[in-house]
């Protein structure tokens, strides 16, 4: 068995934010990274499948969040309501300081290859939402058009809570975007004159 | 001056998309299409950057093509309105022939890295769809929304216009897309018995 090493996942998170920030995350080794977090490369290597993970690791529980708790709603709620449920619960998995949310983004908006990625966990975790509204009785194509709607208010929302001075909570950011969504998709043309 | 190669473009597309179908498009080379079209690899080319451009090639026109109707949309036409013109005007720019874009998305669907490209096409889509609804005034975070929400119709009204079988053209579909998107967006929880 490993020996006890106190929180070795943050630690070795906190040092790949460091070091991807300082020097990008191409020019970081995973060695640099183990050292600077004062463990071995054998302990990142039980933590995380590459360096890149570091980046993405807590994503599947953030799926599992969100369609456990869309699975959940009763049935009397609608599906975009079951949606914003399901944000908000996916919202608890992120991490609980935005400074590190948003030194994240920053390091992601910084490579292609970082920013592929995140585009590609995002479709996955549409591909997801979309099951379980199927799995509520929605059918095609509203529930693929849901999911859709609903990961582009979760973006919106994660890129407002980023933002420098921002001091709403995520939850509340959701409710927010989605509201705007419900009225821009209210509105109808002005009558002519 | 190029001798005159009558359509070498189109033959080349053709022949690319052939030869993607029989055998991958990792195994698929640059001089394999070229000797297909019964052309030469210089003229491939003259009118791609590479083997996945030939793909991908018409999405600056489609682009621009779909900006340049939400910028024209009346004043008085509602954001979603405008952008629903704006997808009608970037569909005529889809192939005139659904069995080339069925083939087209099938090859993709079969490639990691085509489909990840397909993703960023998709995202520079978004933004640039964004700006397009900012010029009309429209402001954040409602305009990212509304073209989140945009690009979701398109690809839903796209994937329905290339399923085997379907004879409705990709207007209907994208009217028929959002009408769904807003019986979604308007529905409200049942009421509690």
């Given amino acids: ?7 070795s996942r943050g630690r070795l998170r906190e040092a790949a934010l460091d070091l991807y920030g300082e020097r990008g995350f191409e020019n970081t080794t995973v060695a640099e990274i183990a050292r600077r977090a004062g463990l071995t490369e054998r302990t990142f290597f039980r ?56 030194r994240r983004q920053a390091i992601i908006a910084a490579n292609a290859e970082l920013r592929e990625r995140e585009l590609i ?43 420098p001075g921002s001091e709403r909570s995520f939850a509340e950011l959701v409710r ?6 419900r009225a821009v998709t209210a509105a109808v043309p002005a009558p002519a004159r």
């Fill in 1 to 7: 068995m490993a020996r006890w090493e106190p929180d």
């Fill in 47 to 102: 933590q995380f499948a590459d360096k890149r993970e570091v980046l993405f690791a807590g994503s599947e529980e953030l799926e599992a969040a969100l369609v456990t708790a869309v699975a959940e709603a009763a049935d009397s709620v609608a599906p975009l309501d079951a949606v914003a449920a399901g944000l908000e619960a996916a919202g608890a998995r992120l991490p609980q300081d935005v400074g590190i949310a948003r």
């Fill in 121 to 163: 966990k995002l479709a996955s975790l549409s591909a997801a939402l979309a099951a379980a509204l199927r799995g509520r009785g929605l059918e095609e194509p509203a529930a693929s058009l849901t999911a859709e709607v609903g990961i582009a208010v979760f973006r919106n929302a994660f890129e407002r809570w980023i933002e």
């Fill in 176 to 181: 927010d975007s989605l509201a705007e969504l």
